[in-house]
């Protein structure tokens, strides 16, 4: 029988050779001497690795920012973690676990306890594994079963409807796609995967009502008479009437829930022109706003008994154009974002479309004058709204991260890359509520723009976390341009909530070469001055190899 493999991070030989003394008949150990090299090994082949022991104190990378980056990759998912250190103080052991540690072990170690600390961590979690897996099968045949059930019901809707069959499956597809996009970019919206799950499979439920309009209406190949659109915009209303006439018990269900406000609102839009309550804005449930959009997208691009189907760059244009109504500006650009994504989902048809669209796009824009790095930060030209909503994060204002993936990231001659990182942005979320968190977060895109050139790029890269790219700035420049930013944020007031104070934490590499090796070492420093919060570190990352375990030498400037 294959031995488990035990991933053991302690800068000390001497540690290391004890635990592997104590573990090697039973296990197969790797070893790294630093949290850095730990990293690396987990990044590589962390499915092989059933357990990670790891020490606090080490160079590089503590124990505790080892723990955050596992947490933050989710590297953790296949693995438990045991912290080990001389330090046993009750701070030190709740930071551990609140980081995610499965258990601490204190040295001196004892052979016994240490054996039998590590096989019962493995095998509780090797149960939880189990336990998880059986939930999730359970859970999946429930799902199924459910969706089978939606599935026929829904079908039966669109035969009367004289439908393809897949507008359904389409719906559910798009909102999928929007959703997973949309908490991407934004914590707006508090949406779990679960949520995710129940808003898709309660899209298919959208248009149950016309299940009681006329078929000769439903199928009339020439234009409604204004009689007969009114009849076809009850349709919301008495969809939802008919999920609340449910048996109380069922509509209480949050799939229910979700599918009644979807069936009433799908046809609201935010500029409240929409019906049959005229809603505005966020007044609309975001359920329903999504799947009001991609109700509009199949529409459009599907043929139907009085139209034929339009192309997939031209269903964009009369979406963005305000054609079919007006959207929330973010999931336009979440539309924009899986574009290229929608129509490999939805057929080999659509993608051929999508591909001659691209080719027309490429022809029209001149992407090498609109990204020259010399150029001013205004993103796009005042004509191409669609491009300005690609790379532009719609609530703060600046670059997004598909600007940094499609620019920057594999680059190999960025000069200089700072990761910020917003302290205790949880807690302002928690404390004062998410729109409070909005504000904080475009106060501070709002500084750091105002602390930089034109010619240097602001990017929200995900969540609460900034990176700027720097072009031709020199060192010492750069060492005082991340204390400025740092000293701006510190001083911004919130006139909404007076009591609230913000800060950031920043890491920034300073040296020509790949961005993804900047990045890393600036998101490290980032780590290091996030332990004292207020806080920025710049490195030299020099152009020489040396023994470093990232094959590049890092001198610490501040």
């Known amino acids: 029988m294959e031995k488990q493999k035990i991933l053991i991070a302690d800068d000390s030989e001497m540690n290391r050779a004890l635990l592997v003394d104590i573990l090697e008949d039973q296990y197969d150990i ?3 001497d ?16 059933s357990l990670l022991l790891l020490d606090i104190m080490m160079p590089e990378m503590d ?20 912290m080990i250190s001389v330090d046993d103080s009750p701070a030190n052991i709740k930071r551990a676990y609140d980081l995610g540690a499965f258990d601490y072990i204190s040295r001196p170690f004892d052979a016994a306890i240490v054996r039998r600390r590590i096989s019962n961590t493995m095998l509780l979690y090797a149960r939880q594994r189990h336990l998880e897996n059986i939930i999730a099968e359970q859970f999946y045949e429930q799902e199924k079963n459910n969706d089978l059930m939606i599935s026929i019901l829904s079908h039966i809707v669109e035969f009367r409807n004289g439908e393809s069959g897949l507008h359904v499956l389409h719906i559910k597809t798009i909102t999928e796609l929007l959703l997973k996009e949309l908490l991407r970019h934004t914590d707006r919206y508090p949406l779990s995967q679960t949520d995710i799950n129940l808003i898709s499979t309660a899209s298919s439920l959208h248009d149950i009502g ?32 008919m999920l609340s006439e449910l048996p109380l018990d069922q509509q209480e269900a949050p799939l229910v829930k979700v599918a009644s406000d979807i069936c009433r609102w799908h046809h609201e839009r935010y500029d409240g022109n929409g019906y049959p309550d005229g809603l505005k804005g966020d007044e609309i449930p975001i359920a329903a706003q999504v799947v009001a959009l991609a109700d509009v997208y199949d529409a459009l691009t599907s043929e139907r008994c009085y139209k034929k189907a339009y192309s997939h760059s031209k269903a964009l244009e009369m979406i963005f154009e305000g054609r079919c109504g007006a959207f929330n500006p973010t999931l336009l650009q979440c539309l ?34 609109l990204f020259a790095r010399e150029h001013s930060v205004s993103l796009v030209p005042p004509s191409s709204e669609t491009l300005q909503l690609l790379y532009t994060d719609s609530l703060t204002e600046v670059y997004n991260r598909r600007y940094y993936d499609e620019q920057f990231r594999d680059s190999d001659d960025i000069e200089a890359v700072v990761v910020i990182d917003v302290d205790s942005f949880k807690h302002i979320n928690d404390r004062y509520g998410h729109h409070a968190g909005d504000i904080v977060l475009r106060r501070i895109a709002k500084t750091v723009s105002s602390c930089v050139r034109k010619t240097d790029a602001v990017i929200r890269y995900g969540g609460d976390e900034f990176v700027i790219i720097f072009h031709r700035l020199p060192g010492d420049v750069f060492r005082k341009k991340l204390e400025e930013i740092r000293a701006a944020v510190d001083r911004l007031t919130i006139a909404e909530h007076p009591g609230l104070h913000v800060s950031v934490s920043l890491g920034g590499a300073y040296g020509v070469g790949k961005t993804t090796e900047l990045f890393e070492t600036a998101d490290r420093l980032m780590y290091q001055a996030k332990k004292s919060k207020n806080k920025a570190i ?19 400037w501040s």
């Open 210 to 241: 016309k299940i009681s309009i006329s078929g000769d209406i439903l199928n009339k190949p020439g234009r409604l008479t204004a009689e007969e659109f009114e009849i076809i915009k009850g349709h919301s209303l008495i969809g939802a009437k």
């Open 30 to 32: 790797v070893e790294a």
């Open 34 to 49: 630093n949290g850095a090299a730990a990293i690396d090994l987990l990044t590589q082949c962390g499915g092989d690795f």
């Open 63 to 82: 124990g505790f920012e080892v723990l955050a980056y596992i947490n933050r990759y989710h590297l953790n998912d296949t693995l438990a973690v045991i």
């Open 538 to 556: 710049a490195g030299f990352v020099s152009t020489q190899t040396e023994n470093t375990g990232k094959g590049r030498d890092v001198e610490i």
């Open 336 to 369: 924009l974002e899986i574009s290229d994504t929608l129509e490999s989902e939805l057929g080999q048809a659509a993608l051929e479309r999508n591909a001659r669209h691209r080719r027309d796009t490429k022809g029209r824009i001149d992407y090498d004058n």
